[in-house]
C-alpha cells in the first residue's frame, strides 16, 4: 500500500514537473517576447515613448480586468472540473463540461465587450486618449474566452502542449502586428502616437485569432483520442446541463478575484497615485505619467516575465491538487503542496535576484536613459517585488485545487484591504516606491492568511521546505553577487549605448545563470526537487 502511494506521488510530481515544464517554456517565451518588442517601439515612438508607454499601461490595466470578467475564471474552472470527472473516468461529463463552457465564454465575450467599447468614456478617468485604446481592445474579448476555456480544456488532461505552444503563436503574431503598425504610423506616415498605441492594443485581437486557430489545429488532431476515452468512460454519473453551468459558475466567480489580484492592485495605483501626488506636491500631469510609466508600466512589464514562472506553476497544480482532493488523499495533497512551494521558489529566487543584480544595464536596453537612475531603483525594487506577486498567484491556485474558494476569495479581500490603508501614506511621503511597498504589504498578507489555512488542513512540511530552501537561498545569493560584480565590471569600462548594456546583461545573465545551475545540479539540490530524470542534464554538462 506505501509502495502504491509512493507511486502515485512520483507519478504526480512528475506530471507536475512535465505540464511546469511546458507552461513555463510557453510563458517565459511568450514574456520575453512581449518584452524584447519595447525596444524598437519605444525607439520608434521617439519623445512620445513614456507618454504612449504610459497610455498603453492603463489601457491594459482595464483592459485585463474586462478580460478577467470576461473569462469569469471559466478556463481554470473547466481545467479543475475536468481533472475531477476524469479522476472518476467520467470523460464524457469532461466533453459535456466543456462544451457548456464554450457556450458560457460566447455570452460573456459578447457582454463584456459590449460594455467596455460602450462604456469607455466611463472607465478613462478623465484621459480622453483612453477611448480609442479601450474601443481597439474590446475586440480581443470577443475572441479570448472561447480561447481560454480550450486552454483550460486541454489542461484538465494534463496536455500543457497545446496552452503552451497557442499562447507563444499569439504572442508571435500580436507582436508582429504591434511592431509593423508603429513602424508605419509613427516613421512612414508621421502619424499621431495615440493612433499608433490605439493599433499596438488591436494586435491582442490579432495575436488572440493565432492562438485560437492553433488550438482548433491539436483539438482536430487529437478528436480520435478524446472519443476514446469517452467510449471507454464508466457513464455512470448523470449530471445535468443545469448542473453542469452551475458547478462551472460556482468554481469561476471566485477565480476572477482571485485571477485578477494583481490586476486589482495596479489600478488602485492607477486611479490613485496621480491624486495623491498632487496633495504632496505642484506636480505636472506629464510628470506623473511619466512616474506611473516608470513603476506602473515599464517595470512590471519586465517582472513579469519571472512571475510567468509561477503563473505557469500555479496553472499546472490545479488539475493535480483536485484530483487529490477528489480522492481524498490527505498525505498526497501535503506532498503536492511542498512540491508546488519548491519548484516556485527553485526558479523564482534566482530569477528575481538576478533581474535585480541587472537592473542598470537592463532598462537602458528597454527604456533608454529617461529617468536612468530612478528607473533602476524601481526595477530593481520591483523585481525584489516580483517574488511576493509569484508566490500569491501560486498560493491562490492552490487553495482553488482545493476547493477552497471563498476562503481565498477572503483573505484577498483582507490583503485588498490593508493596501488601501497603507496606500495612501506610503504614496504621499514614498513617492512612485509608495505603491510598490503597498502592493508587497496587501499581498504579504493574503499569502500569510493563504498558507496558515493550508498548513492547518494538511500540514505543510516546513522544515523539509526550509532545508531545501536555504540552498536555493544561498546558490542564489550566489548568483546574485556574481551578477552585479559583472555588471559593476562593465560600468567601469563605459556603457552608454543599448548594445553594450545589453552585452553585459547577456555575460551576467549566462555567468550567474550557468553558476546556479552548476551548484544545484553538484548539490543534488535539482534531484530532490525536479526529480531524477535531471541527472541526463547532469551527465551532458559533465557535472560529477
Known sequence: MAARSDQSGNQAQAQMVAGSAWMTAGSIFSRVLGAVYIIPWNIWFGAFYLQGNALYGKGYNIYSFFLIAAIAGVPSAIAKQVAHYNALNEYGISVRLYKRGLEIAVVTGIAIASLMYFGAPLFTGGDAHLIPVLHSLAWAILIIPTMSVTRGYFQGFQQMAPSAISQFVEQLV??????????????VLKGNWVTAVSQSTFAAAIGAAGGLIILGVYYWRRRGYFRGLVANSNNEMV???????????????????LGAGITIFQLIDQYTFAPIMHMAGNYSAAYLNDLF??????????????????SALAVTVVPLLSESYTRGNKQEISDQLANAFLMFEFVMIPSALGMAAVARPLNLVFYGRTHEALAASILAFSSYLSILLGLYTVVAALMQGISQNKRAVRYFLVGTVVKFIVQWPLVYFLGAFGPLIATGIGFTVTCYLIIHSLDRQFGINFAHIAKKTNGILIMSIGTFILARLITFAGSLLGSEGRMINFLIVAVAACVGGYFYVYMVLRSRLADTILGSRVAGLRRRLHIH
Open 293 to 310: 510609466a516608470l513603476f506602473g508600466v515599464n517595470a512590471n512589464k519586465l517582472i513579469m516575465i519571472t512571475i510567468s514562472l509561477a
Open 239 to 257: 449530471v445535468p446541463a443545469n448542473q453542469l453551468y452551475r458547478e462551472i459558475i460556482a468554481q469561476a466567480v471566485p477565480f476572477i478575484v
Open 174 to 187: 500580436r507582436v508582429v502586428y504591434m511592431l509593423l503598425t508603429a513602424y508605419v504610423i509613427m516613421r
